[in-house]
């Protein structure tokens, strides 16, 4: 083995039934870097981790790490972290009602010569780990007092306190906003000076740049290549990841943009709130108008939408859908007036995952129908082969399952779903979230022609930059409130000074 | 795409092991029969013989175990919908066959009469008032799972305790026969098919076309699947977890007047005693999950008849009753265990390691 290099897989091959998920992929980290993981949504990337960490059965190739003799093969993620390689996913797999210490020292915990846990101690050594890491916790809370960062955090600190060699970040900022991720960047750049080898994986490009050292770019379940983050600049990783040159994701331009601010309301929300989520707010969408919801998370972006569409029923105000006031108590309500809801939360709000593709797409469409107007097999046939090629969704065919399409795709899957129903007014919240560039330009182009089309959307999202690249209008959250709306000058700078209060805000 | 052998296309078949399952039970008849030295076929043949009365009916071991598995394979079609829509079960149907067969007992014979030859109220009205009864009875407890969250085996265990003793409250704490022959009809036979199979057949063919002909049986999965996206899709999730529930109430109501038709009488304390068991256990020999969502309504079914298959063959073999359940566990263990995952997961690798092997 190399000097330095604590990792290596060699010749990596793994196949689904129907698919090279993986084909002959050589991987190496050495010790002390931060080496991202890179390419589209289905590339393998997950297959590849999930090879490493002992969850998948790969069928050839192998796996060496710093240390030990001969190939490793793990047969679980207990496997994994006996060799030194643990796994830290964007969804937290710890314990929230348990303390921090609780959640460093499960399974393991130390204990004392009476074969009790030894609470003092862990506790004081929880202290000290956490202390040296540079997180400021107080051990002995429990984890759900703590922000979603933190927790990530812990569990970083519980991975690198069982000398763990390798380190793998599954999307881990996925769901932080950016002071957070700054957080989250520190700690992972003390750990790659204390020479911990650090997998990062993500679909931010910003923050490969930010820290990573080295890019491997998986395509198709093969490799691209490796390099040094200085010979890769942004455009060639973007390049390699799609297998052709983007010129840039801002080709929809604003310009095509159109001024709607004299075209008919088609929502006009008064005073409407829901307690405890989001403080009474006013909101017009015209027709063909896409509005913004801009705001860290947490701020009541997603509240403020689910007020609307009846996911959580408005406690006061009303609501007008073309100039008619309506009443709406549950999502269907919405959806008879015309509106769909691409939820936020994908796994748990949006796919139905035991259901094909193609009861995917008919759903809302047949829940508007009702139980009784059954939409004949040739009919829905038609419905989700028209949609999977309209938004194109890569899959086997249309009875394929839902959750074994990627994560970009199953997004696609949804808002197939919501166009089927031919929405007057679609919300979208965090339509792009975890999918890659070429979905993402894909989807922002949608929005743009969907309004062109005299639809209104309310478009949800965290990144700035596509919001301004497809609204006409932005409304600004921060702490459970609407506090203003742009509508002139939208840049980045303006947004963000929105968001963070003081000018900016009408 | 080369298309697939013969053999994995009946190995991928849904009903694949529930089917098997019941072949397996049909074989250890046939082979008892050989090693007894009696015709090897025994089991499927069908005669047609005399009764004590002046009728003719079939008779046979097949007819028996249909005829047998009746309410079971009634209750199981409710029990399918239940499981899947809410992952859980209803424990209740076995008792609440009781109380709507005492109900419709006490209808037909008059309030404190125990044995009545003479119907109070017409026939009709008896039996109907027995289903609507079970019909109520699904909506309360529909009523606390959908609407009140209350764990399905909690909310159900209220009627599963209670609906038997009102039941014998109904009917003065009496055994209520009604020994009028028209009652005795729905457990008797229909010229000569068992009334039971026909009623049956019946339920089963009208679920089977309501779920083919509305977007029931989509909706009943896809909330089971996710009820919170189920919910932003359009459904509406508590309504439809309540209709399930109700729906099993139908189905114990009309499986609780035929097992009280079968003995012209309301034996509070007997009628459906643990079939909610084996209408739960019908719908996991069918390969249905008990965590809810996909369903396979034809696997339910086959599960319920391979229970009475098993009870039928002890019986056969010669295995008293008071031994048969021990027999009856032992064989259900071998049945769970051929149908779950790591067993279906390790043929599943082998079938793709020979087609690595094949393909080098």
Known sequence: MEENVVLTARGITMTFPGVKALENVDFTL????????????????????????????????????????????????????????????????????????????????????????????????????????????????NLENYSLAIQQMVAIARAVDMDCKVLILDEPTSSLDDEEVEKLFTLMRSLRDKGVGIIF???????VYAVCDRITVLRDGQLVGEYPIADLPRVKLVAAMMGKNLDDLAEIQKESIEDVSRNPLEISAKG???????????????????????????????????????????????????????????PIDAMNLGMGMLPDDRKAEGIIGDLSVRENIILALQAKRGMFNLLSRAKQEEIAARYIDLVQIKTADQETLVKQLSGGNQQKVILARWLATDPDFLILD???????????????KMIVKLAGEGKSILFISSEIAEMLRTCN?????????????????????????????????? | MKKDSFWKRVTGWSLFLPVVSLLLVMAVNIIHDIAVGANPLSFFMITLRQTTGNGTILYGRIIDILNRGSEVAILAIGMTLVVSSSAGTDISVGSVMS??????????????????????????????????????CGMFNGTLVAYFGIQPMVATLILYSAARAIGLLLCNDLIVYVRNGTFGIFGGFLGVIPTPVVIAAICILVMTLVLKKTALGMYIQSVGINGRASRIAGLNS?????????????????????ASSRITSADSNNIGLYFEMDA??????????????????????????????????????????????????????????????PLKAYMKRRNMAKQVKGAA
């Open chain 1, 473 to 506: 209008r932005m409304a600004i959250m921060r702490d459970g409130e609407k506090v203003g709306e742009l509508d002139h000058d939208l840049t980045q700078e303006n947004v963000m000074k929105a968001i963070a209060g003081g000018e900016g805000t009408k």
């Open chain 1, 430 to 444: 965090e339509p792009t979230r975890g999918i890659d560039v070429g979905t993402k330009s894909e989807i922002q």
């Open chain 2, 238 to 258: 508590k309504r439809i977890i309540f209709l399930t529930y109700m729906l099993c109430g139908l189905f114990a109501g009309i499986a609780g007047i035929v």
């Open chain 2, 99 to 136: 109380l709507c067969a005492s109900f419709c007992c006490m209808l037909l014979a008059g309030y404190g009469v125990s044995s009545a030859t003479t119907l109070a109220c017409p026939l009709i009205v008896g039996i109907l008032a027995g289903i609507l009864l079970g019909v109520i």
């Open chain 1, 30 to 141: 050495r010790k002390g870097e931060i080496h991202a993981l890179m390419g589209e949504n289905g590339a393998g990337k997950s297959t590849l981790i999930k090879c490493l960490t002992g969850i998948n059965d790969f069928e050839a190739g192998e796996i060496h790490v710093d240390g030990i003799s001969g190939p490793v093969k793990n047969h679980s993620t207990k496997d994994a972290q006996e060799v030194g390689i643990s796994t830290v996913y964007q969804e937290v797999n710890l314990c929230p009602n348990l303390s921090v210490a609780e959640n460093l020292f499960i399974g393991r915990e130390p204990m004392t010569k009476f074969h009790t846990v030894d609470r003092r101690s862990y506790n004081k050594r929880s202290q000290k780990i956490m202390d040296e890491l540079g997180i400021a916790v107080d051990v002995t809370q």
């Open chain 1, 201 to 207: 994986v993500t679909h931010f490009l910003e923050q």
């Open chain 1, 272 to 330: 409407l709130s829901h307690t405890g989520t989001i403080k009474p707010f006013d909101l017009d969408i015209h027709k063909g108008e896409v509005v913004g919801i801009a705001g860290l998370l947490g701020s009541g972006r997603s509240e403020l939408a689910r007020a609307i569409y009846g996911a959580d029923r408005a406690s006061s105000g009303t609501l007008s859908v073309g100039g008619k006031e309506v009443k709406i108590k549950e």
């Open chain 2, 280 to 341: 739960i256990l019908a719908v996991a020999l069918g390969g249905n999950s008990l965590g809810g969502g996909k369903f396979n309504l034809a696997g339910s079914i086959i599960g319920a008849y391979t229970i009475q298959a098993i009870t039928t063959t002890l019986y056969a073999l010669g295995v008293s009753s008071t031994q048969a359940p021990v027999f009856k566990a032992v064989i259900v263990i071998l049945i769970v265990a051929i149908q779950a995952p």
